[in-house]
């Protein structure tokens, strides 16, 4: 009786430590070990040169806002605020957000980038050239012509791009991707996106050569993720086309960061994140109900 009981033990911890670890790698590859985020660096000063060659008559000032809703950051966006040419003394804002950002995991798999400009303005055009922009992925930081994704595509990819429009007041969102991810459907005749854009296994095994290669107090660096090259042009309605269009090209660049691992013991860890009641009551509410009083 006293054997059958210790075997008995010893499958159910056996099952219990083959489940935890099956448990430990599933987790591994879908929590979030990596955090992406803007170089703010690379955007403002190759942006900053471009504005200091404008002429006096287009006044174009640019900056990265931080904003927060309900006490929660947002990611960060980039502002251009452009001066009326029939008014000098109006001021509006051109917002571009470029993703996405923020923790992901390992197993994360970008098949496009989220493009979204918001014109406030009230007598300007925005114009999107993407034949002129370009992304950078991959360890290899293969530059390649963005393709718009989402829409039809003619397998002659020697065409030009129709130009995107974003008039006064409007907001024009859309995924973009590389040329080279692109393969032909057989059925619509079309180039629709084949494969991942960005690989983040690609970008954790970077940042794991670079770990080899340093010393076990030194600091690892962010790691190059994937950039988009976006060429805009800002102009005034009221005047000509050509003469008066201001063309910049907004290099929003993203590294990766390794995130420190969490406690090992999910349970644990779920513990340990709950937050601490502030009083006797409170943590026999939270005992007894599972959840903190609000």
Same mark, same amino acid.
Not at 1 to 19: A, E, K, N, P, Q
Not at 102 to 109: D, H, L, V
Not at 224 to 242: E, K
């Given at each position: 009786?006293?054997?059958?009981?210790?075997?008995?033990?010893?499958?159910?911890?056996?099952?219990?430590?083959?489940?935890?670890?099956?448990?430990?790698?599933? /987790?591994?590859?879908?929590?979030?070990?990596?955090?992406?985020?803007?170089?703010?660096?690379?955007?403002?000063?190759?942006?900053?040169?471009?504005?200091?060659?404008?002429?006096?008559?287009?006044?174009?000032?640019?900056?990265?806002?931080?904003?927060?809703?309900?006490?929660?950051?947002?990611?960060?966006?980039?502002?251009?605020?452009? +001066?009326?040419?029939?008014?000098?003394?109006?001021?509006?804002?051109?917002?571009?957000?470029?993703?996405?950002?923020?923790?992901?995991?390992?197993?994360?798999?970008?098949?496009?980038?989220?493009?979204?400009?918001?014109?406030?303005?009230?007598?300007?055009?925005?114009?999107?050239?993407?034949?002129?922009?370009?992304?950078?992925?991959?360890?290899?930081?293969?530059?390649?012509?963005?393709?718009?994704?989402?829409?039809?595509?003619?397998?002659?990819?020697?065409?030009?791009?129709?130009?995107?429009?974003?008039?006064?007041?409007?907001?024009?969102?859309?995924?973009?991707?590389?040329?080279?991810?692109?393969?032909?459907?057989?059925?619509?005749?079309?180039?629709?996106?084949?494969?991942?854009?960005?690989?983040?296994?690609?970008?954790?095994?970077?940042?794991?050569?670079?770990?080899?290669?340093?010393?076990?107090? /030194?600091?690892?660096?962010?790691?190059?993720?994937?950039?988009?090259?976006?060429?805009?042009?800002?102009?005034?309605? +009221?005047?000509?086309?050509?003469?008066?269009?201001?063309?910049?090209?907004?290099?929003?660049?993203?590294?990766?960061?390794?995130?420190?691992?969490?406690?090992?013991?999910?349970?644990?860890?779920?513990?340990?994140?709950?937050?601490?009641?502030?009083?006797?009551?409170?943590?026999?509410?939270?005992?007894?109900?599972?959840?903190?009083?609000?």
């Amino acid at each position: 009786m006293g054997s059958d009981v210790l075997i008995l033990t010893i499958y159910f911890l056996v099952v219990i430590y083959v489940l935890y670890q099956m448990a430990l790698s599933v /987790e591994n590859a879908l929590e979030n070990k990596l955090r992406i985020d803007l170089n703010r660096t690379v955007l403002t000063e190759q942006l900053g040169q471009q504005l200091q060659q404008l002429p006096p008559d287009q006044k174009i000032t640019a900056e990265i806002e931080d904003l927060e809703i309900e006490g929660k950051k947002l990611p960060p966006q980039l502002s251009l605020s452009v +001066t009326s040419q029939i008014n000098p003394k109006q001021t509006r804002k051109v917002v571009v957000k470029v993703g996405p950002m923020g923790k992901m995991p390992m197993a994360e798999s970008l098949m496009a980038l989220n493009v979204t400009i918001i014109n406030t303005t009230s007598d300007a055009q925005i114009f999107i050239d993407w034949d002129k922009s370009s992304v950078t992925a991959g360890l290899a930081r293969q530059t390649q012509r963005v393709v718009r994704s989402g829409i039809p595509i003619s397998s002659d990819l020697s065409r030009s791009q129709v130009l995107s429009v974003i008039n006064p007041g409007e907001t024009f969102s859309t995924k973009v991707t590389g040329e080279n991810r692109l393969s032909l459907n057989a059925e619509t005749r079309t180039l629709t996106p084949g494969r991942a854009l960005v690989n983040m296994q690609e970008v954790a095994t970077k940042i794991a050569l670079f770990m080899e290669d340093s010393a076990e107090d /030194e600091e690892i660096p962010p790691v190059f993720a994937y950039s988009l090259g976006l060429m805009i042009g800002i102009r005034q309605i +009221t005047h000509d086309q050509t003469n008066h269009t201001t063309y910049l090209l907004l290099p929003f660049a993203f590294q990766a960061v390794l995130l420190p691992d969490e406690i090992a013991f999910p349970p644990l860890r779920w513990l340990l994140n709950r937050p601490r009641p502030a009083t006797a009551r409170e943590a026999f509410s939270a005992l007894i109900l599972g959840r903190p009083r609000l």
